[in-house]
């Protein structure tokens, strides 16, 4: 059975700061790895995915891969308000292209 | 481009009766999915569809859940007879290839 484990928080920040969310996988041959945005009531948003070992920018988000320690992060700089949310981590899940999601860690971000 | 639209939007039942769901996927994508997501859970794959083939549905409980989509757009889900633990949201996705998905706003069941 393929999973994807998140530490469920809440993660607490205070504005300005950076963010760290962490998710670990079982399969080690994923290839595929996506960071998912809930706010409450509302649907997942993408918000990066990332494929290659190492770091992908976009923004205040950067994506960090270590197949290796299969081991997938999230960084959230200068963390505002509005980040405060559930953010999932996923993994394709083999040649169909489903996605594995973890349970979500809750971010709340202190003004 | 217009988003992925699900119907309705809440749904309150009771416990062995049937309900259904709507799912239109973005214009152009050709890989469907439904997932089910119980509160505090990520969501987890109930069914896919590649055009409007079955990929995958291993893990639908096919005793009360079918689904279907016709003609490779339009797709529903239907649970008969509901169960109380079948309360949760159920999201539609689509995918324009194997890679991102993207969610419709999802359709909240609450089986009393």
């Known amino acids: 059975q393929k999973e994807v484990e998140q530490n469920s928080g809440p993660l607490s920040v205070p504005e300005g700061a950076i963010a760290s969310l962490n998710c670990t996988y079982s399969d080690r041959g994923s290839q595929s790895f996506f960071w998912y945005r809930q706010y409450s009531g509302k649907s997942p948003e993408l918000i990066m995915f990332i494929y290659s070992n190492g770091d992908k920018e976009d923004g205040r988000f950067t994506a960090q891969l270590n197949k290796a320690s299969q081991y997938v992060s999230l960084l959230i700089r200068d963390s505002q308000p509005s980040d405060s949310a559930t953010y999932l981590c996923?993994?394709?899940?083999?040649?169909?292209?489903?996605?594995?999601f973890g349970k979500g860690t809750k971010l709340s971000v202190k003004p | 481009e217009a988003g992925v639209a699900q119907s309705p939007r809440y749904k309150i039942i009771e416990k062995r009766q049937s309900v259904a769901f709507w799912c239109n996927p973005i214009?152009?994508?050709?890989?469907l999915y439904w997932y089910q997501q119980i509160l505090g859970q990520g969501p987890k794959l109930l069914i896919q569809f590649q055009n409007n083939g079955v990929v995958d549905d291993s893990q639908l409980p096919k005793d009360r859940f079918s689904a279907e989509r016709l003609k490779g757009v339009d797709s529903t889900l239907k649970i008969q007879p509901a169960k109380l633990e079948d309360s949760a949201v159920y999201l539609c996705?689509?995918?324009?290839?194997?890679?991102?998905?993207?969610f419709g706003p999802g359709t909240r069941l609450t089986v009393l």
């Open positions: 996705a689509s995918s324009p290839r194997l890679s991102e998905q993207f």
């Open positions: 996923a993994v394709l899940g083999g040649s169909q292209g489903n996605l594995i």
């Open positions: 214009s152009g994508h050709a890989t």
